[in-house]
């Protein structure tokens, strides 16, 4: 019997796991997934927004500005790589600047600290380069980036230092009222719990449709993204988008724009399309084309194209695609269902959801505890400490880090430079890497610009060897994912 | 006993930067023109690089007169490498290299290394081209290799990457990948080109593909990929003059595995650092006919440098970088002044891009790749608008390296090389 069970790994589910872990409570999240942040909140531009688009009084606008305000503390305590770049949205012609004035206004209402709305020449001034056609902008400097599976990961990782347990390979088919208690039904057993947090993601409305007469419908949006190599990194600062107004996207899109990324590639994105299948994850052609035309076309605009003048289509090492949850009542689901006391959604978070969801969790802990008194710990631990990755390390740190432990030595990942000793702290981790993905998603082995052409046999091997298992049993992303095959004359 | 500080700075006259078989053949020639101190550092737990995995035959006929195996080539050079002495460090990778020659490394046996190098050859091979780069639509389930990937996989590690596999990319890898799937008994159920024409060896083509009845679909791209967990099919388009899918054309070919042969890069993230000057038109540093890159006293050489169709011919340019090293060293290099070599209409990867108006050889090569398939066409190399040299050819393909050579003494000024249709 649990106190309180969370559905879904992603932002959403960690946060709250992390802040209810606070309290004295036996918390247990399940996972569908092979590993924790395998759904939206791995799969995005890595944004952390300021809160300028999200319209006034709504809960996107008010758990934006909080979530923002909160990243700073937040990324700290859990070694997540984080940075203000600002963010730029950029008009080319005279109505888009009346739109540009009109987030403004937004922002101010909203509550974002610091925006203004920028001539070209201020513009100018914060960031050389931006192209002839460029007239003005919104500057909102509380925009950032921040790497989002590791912000995830580590949340996770928080929580379980606090008792927090996580069932991965668990899908709940049915949540329903047994007695007194919640009765969550999965492919694993029977879970039962007095709470439920519902951070289902792109299927949190079979979820709340199951307890709640207050029905809601998710649509999955599809996000495309492509990925330059960070080779460019140097030549891009600010997150820099377009205004929304006349784009391609029907609308869904908060623009066309290039951001960089804490890991020091630079993400395209990205356009927006509905889909019928919640874990469609394919890229299209379309979408691709989409971004490829945007930029073939307005890349002058961009400061980065005073010294890189033409779209360098060969830079681009991976495309990628998201799906966002998006509520048929376009906007945040937050808080305990009515009809339904102990279940608690945090439903439709689609973007700015990886900004708000760390808000969204503080809140979600915060209102249960209210209403149901739950007492705090008094041995709670916000840090998360973890090492340097190699590749940020000086060659003194280098030498220290090897001193220690000669797996510092060898390097596995050449694009990326991870060392072995670092693969084999991301399989032995509080949830450890079980598969190729997980290994990528905690060290970048594999996510640079041979990706994983080299070293994915290798991390295939200290995988099989770690967790002593046969080699033909370890799989790319779990489930059915099996990279080999058989046996060289056993077929 | 591990270094606890990393002070210590070693002297080298030269290293090595790579050892597979371009760092080799350099290090071999570097000895035989008196050069004893060299050091190469590998960044793997062996020497000899992709030859390692290469069981197929078909190398070392220009090289030794012998059709050898890419593992029997790799030994020659290896028992040489010992017999000679030279030293090499593996399990050792490169992090920096700097302007002036000095190069940080580190190993699990030794930690952070710091090298000082009178000289420097950068043979560091090239990598596949990934997926990624390609953006083709789709899911990214397992079952997606590269096919050296799977090459290591079959060869050096004794698994099957897949049973019903398609095969995107006529190169030279996917083309011998073809044959060794259908030997060890997966079916390989057809090998897309996007191009009208491939960009293997047409000795594969017929060996590898024709010999094991495997089709070859020319014209022909993956538009998407399918499969969640496992792939399990691809759509294949026919495409048009321009390379876009053809709306009609799709067809689903169920399949586990997709294998990609699309494109080799030569691998060059060290050069930033050294401010070494990087082809856009090779992917590798821009060299003049000694094979010096724009930092003196660093030389590139083998795929690193531009990517061969023939080991055969990495050893030889290889061996030519390795002797010009060791003339620098010995502090015989010129100081001549230097014209610029220029690609023109249908000529991409020309190498060299400069040329010393004097040196010890009469006579310069130059490599390079037609950009097209040409039949009855005249190689030109230009000069002020002045015919100097010109050869001509029945057939240039982009899958076979074109060469010729011209007498040094016969330029003056920057040259232009180009290939007109007759």
Not at chain 2, 369 to 390: K, V
């Amino acid at each position: 019997m649990f106190d309180v069970i969370i559905i879904g790994a992603g932002i959403c589910g960690a946060s709250v796991a992390r802040f209810l872990s606070q309290y004295k409570l036996k918390i247990a999240v399940l996972e569908k997934g092979s590993d924790v942040c395998v759904g939206t909140s791995r799969s995005n531009s890595a944004t952390v927004h300021s809160g300028h688009d999200a319209l006034p009084g709504t809960q996107k606008a008010r758990f934006n500005v909080l979530g923002n305000a909160m990243y700073d503390q937040l990324c700290q305590e859990l070694s997540v790589p984080f940075k203000r770049n600002g963010t730029v949205i950029f008009a080319t012609n005279e109505k888009d600047m009346h739109s540009v004035c009109d987030l403004k206004k937004q922002a101010d209402i909203n509550g974002v600290p610091g925006a203004e709305v920028l001539s070209r020449e201020q513009l100018l001034h914060l960031e050389p380069g931006f192209g002839a056609r460029v007239l003005g902008g919104l500057f909102a400097p509380t925009g950032g980036i921040v790497c989002p599976y590791t912000l995830v990961i580590h949340s996770c990782y928080s929580a379980v230092q606090n008792g927090v347990e996580f069932h991965r390979n668990t899908a709940v088919a049915a949540v329903k009222k047994d007695g007194g208690a919640w009765s969550v039904l999965t492919d694993k057993g029977r879970f039962r719990c007095n709470y439920i947090f519902n951070c289902a993601g792109v299927n949190a409305d079979i979820f709340n449709n199951m307890v709640s007469e207050q029905h809601f419908h998710i649509t999955p949006r599809k996000g495309e993204h492509l990925v330059l190599d960070k080779s460019l990194a140097p030549f891009a600062k600010a997150t820099i988008c377009q205004t929304p107004t006349d784009l391609p996207g029907g609308g869904h899109t908060k623009g066309m724009g290039l951001m960089p990324s804490m890991d020091g590639t630079l993400i395209l994105g990205c356009p927006a399309y509905d889909s019928i299948y919640p874990e469609d994850t394919a890229t299209m052609r379309g979408g691709v084309d989409e971004i490829l035309n945007y930029f073939r076309t307005f890349w002058d605009c961009f400061p980065i194209s005073s010294k890189i003048p033409v779209f360098p289509e060969p830079k681009i090492i991976s495309s990628f695609c998201g799906v966002r949850a998006h509520p048929d009542t376009d906007d945040f689901i937050v808080g305990e269902a009515e009809d339904a006391p102990g279940f608690f959604n945090a439903a439709g978070i689609e973007s700015p959801g990886l900004t708000a969801g760390p808000a969204i969790g503080k809140h979600l802990a915060e209102l249960a505890s209210d209403k149901y008194g739950f007492i705090r710990r008094t041995d709670y631990n916000p840090f998360f400490y973890k090492t340097k990755p190699f590749r940020e390390m000086t060659e003194a740190e280098r030498q220290e880090a090897f001193i220690k432990d000669p797996d510092y030595g060898r390097l596995v990942c050449r694009c990326e430079q991870v060392t072995l000793a670092e693969i084999k702290a991301a399989i032995h981790a509080p949830i450890g890497a079980e598969d190729i993905n997980a290994v990528k998603m905690r060290t970048r082995a594999g996510m640079g610009r041979c990706q994983g052409g080299f070293c994915s046999p290798e991390i295939l091997r200290i995988l099989s060897k770690e967790l002593q298992r046969d080699p033909l049993s370890i799989t790319q992303c779990g489930g059915c994912s099996k990279v080999l095959l058989g046996k060289v004359g056993i077929c | 006993m591990r270094n606890s500080s990393v002070e210590n700075l070693q002297n080298v006259d030269l290293v090595i930067i790579g050892g597979g078989c371009a760092g080799m053949s350099a290090a071999i020639s570097a000895h035989k023109n008196g050069i004893r101190d060299i050091l190469i550092l590998e960044r793997s737990s062996y020497l000899g690089g992709v030859l390692k995995q290469c069981i197929h035959n078909g190398f070392g006929i220009h090289r030794f007169g012998q059709d050898l195996t890419g593992s029997e080539y790799a030994k020659r050079y290896t028992d040489e490498i010992d017999r000679l002495g030279i030293s090499f460090l593996t399990d050792t990778f490169v992090l920096s290299l700097t302007q002036d020659h000095d190069i940080t490394a580190i190993s699990p046996a030794g930690g952070i290394l710091r090298i000082r190098a009178k000289a420097v050859i950068l043979a560091m091979g090239c990598r596949e081209r990934p997926r990624g780069a390609l953006t083709i639509p789709g899911t990214r389930p397992a079952g997606i290799f590269s096919a050296g990937t799977a090459q290591r996989y079959l060869n050096l590690e004794g698994y099957i990457v897949g049973k019903k596999i398609v095969i995107l990319g006529s190169g030279d890898i996917g083309l011998i990948m073809a044959r060794e799937f259908a030997i060890e008994g997966s079916e390989v159920l057809a090998v897309a080109e996007i191009m009208p024409y491939s960009s293997g060896l047409i000795r594969n083509i017929v060996q590898c593909l024709e010999d094991f009845h495997i089709p070859l679909y020319y014209n022909t791209t993956v538009t998407r990929i399918e499969g969640t967990e496992r792939v399990t099919g691809v759509w294949l388009s026919q495409v048009d003059a321009s390379r876009k899918p053809v709306p009609g054309t799709e067809r689903f070919v169920a399949c586990d595995t997709l294998v990609l042969s699309v494109g080799l890069i030569p691998e060059n993230e060290l050069c930033s650092e050294a401010g070494i000057e990087l082809s856009s038109d090779t992917g590798g540093a821009v060299v003049d006919d000694s094979f010096q890159t724009s930092v003196p006293g660093v030389f590139a050489c083998g795929n690193a440098l531009h990517v061969h169709d023939l080991v055969d011919f990495v050893s030889m340019e290889s061996e030519v970088a390795g002797e010009r090293a060791a003339q620098f060293i010995r502090g015989k290099s010129d100081t001549a002044s230097v014209v610029r070599a220029e690609p023109g209409f249908g000529v991409m990867a020309l190498v060299p891009q400069r040329v010393r108006l004097t040196g010890a050889e009469d006579r310069i090569k130059f490599q390079f790749r037609p950009r097209q398939r040409f039949e009855n066409a005249e190689i030109r190399i230009t000069s002020d608008g002045c015919r100097i040299s010109s050869v001509k050819k029945r057939v240039l393909t982009p899958g076979e390296m074109c060469e010729l050579s011209l007498e040094r003494s016969s330029i003056h000024s920057d040259l232009k090389v180009e290939v007109i249709g007759l």
